[in-house]
């Protein structure tokens, strides 16, 4: 099993519908979760960050952890076209310096 | 959010040449910075976690006499990729991780090795 897994995708989706993302991982001790969006031929960028069960929400960002079923997602509201790319969960146990662990991303296509 | 920058964003060598990337944060104190490759259509691979002023970290497999890394402020880390080949050629990508628990993707070097 791998540590975070996403739906490798691609998903499609309308524009001006909900996108939804979903990342699961196995390492209970995980205490703080990331989205980070990433064009192709650029780097990651951050996001959402997310650190209590729940939602939080960033303008058409929300994003929803549930530690007890070890699942996090991304829902985009009145999906753009520039949300087109490819999303990636990562998520450490907040100690320090720890390391993210990604997942393997999910590639989202909006269709006009 | 807090911003990284690298340098070079591109560079061409020739095989057998040594490569320096730089990766500044801008407007932060970066107290530890990530070094990551990802290869074409590939998932982010971790190569090392660099801590100001001691040595880097390396994950399992990645070869530490060659891609050396020297993180010598909390706004600096530099990777060297030393005698690089062809199959070293990859975007390289850092990150800067302040007092938060977030971290700060830098724009990325992409490495092509004739």
Same mark, same amino acid.
């Given at each position: 099993?791998?540590?975070? =897994?996403? #739906?490798?995708?691609? /998903?499609?989706?309308? =524009?001006? *519908?909900?996108?939804?993302?979903?990342?699961?991982?196995?390492?209970?001790?995980? !205490?703080?979760?990331?989205?980070?969006? !990433?064009?192709?031929?650029?780097?990651?960028?951050?996001?959402?960050?997310?650190?209590?069960?729940?939602?939080? =929400?960033?303008?058409?960002?929300?994003?929803?952890? #549930?530690? *007890?079923?070890?699942?996090?997602?991304?829902?985009?509201?009145?999906?753009?076209?520039?949300?087109?790319?490819?999303?990636?969960? *990562?998520?450490?146990?907040?100690?320090?310096? =720890?390391?993210?662990?990604?997942?393997?991303?999910?590639? /989202?296509?909006?269709?006009? | 959010?807090?911003?990284? %920058?690298? @340098?070079? +964003?591109?560079?061409?060598?020739? %095989?057998?040449?040594?490569?320096?990337?730089?990766?500044?944060?801008?407007?932060?104190?970066?107290?530890?910075?990530?070094?990551?490759?990802?290869?074409?259509?590939?998932?982010?691979?971790?190569?090392? &976690?660099?801590?100001?002023?001691?040595?880097?970290?390396?994950?399992?497999?990645?070869?530490?006499?060659?891609?050396?890394?020297?993180?010598?402020?909390?706004?600096? %880390? $530099?990777? &060297?990729? &030393? +005698?690089? @080949?062809?199959?070293?050629? +990859?975007?390289?990508?850092?990150?800067?991780?302040?007092?938060?628990?977030?971290?700060?993707?830098?724009?990325? $070097?992409?490495? &092509?090795?004739?």
């Amino acid at each position: 099993q791998k540590e975070v =897994e996403q #739906n490798s995708g691609p /998903l499609s989706v309308p =524009e001006g *519908a909900i996108a939804s993302l979903n990342c699961t991982y196995s390492d209970r001790g995980s !205490q703080s979760f990331f989205w980070y969006r !990433q064009y192709s031929g650029k780097s990651p960028e951050l996001i959402m960050s997310i650190y209590s069960n729940g939602d939080k =929400e960033d303008g058409r960002f929300t994003a929803q952890l #549930n530690k *007890a079923s070890q699942y996090v997602s991304l829902l985009i509201r009145d999906s753009q076209p520039s949300d087109s790319a490819t999303y990636l969960c *990562a998520v450490n146990r907040n100690f320090g310096n =720890e390391k993210l662990t990604f997942g393997t991303g999910t590639r /989202l296509t909006i269709i006009p | 959010g807090a911003v990284v %920058s690298q @340098h070079p +964003s591109r560079v061409i060598c020739k %095989s057998g040449t040594s490569v320096k990337i730089e990766c500044r944060s801008l407007d932060f104190q970066a107290t530890t910075m990530f070094w990551y490759r990802q290869f074409p259509k590939q998932s982010l691979m971790l190569m090392a &976690t660099s801590n100001e002023g001691s040595k880097a970290t390396y994950e399992q497999g990645v070869e530490k006499d060659k891609f050396l890394i020297n993180h010598a402020s909390l706004t600096l %880390s $530099t990777l &060297t990729v &030393t +005698s690089a @080949h062809p199959e070293d050629s +990859s975007f390289y990508i850092c990150t800067g991780k302040g007092f938060g628990n977030e971290q700060f993707f830098g724009p990325g $070097t992409r490495l &092509t090795v004739l």
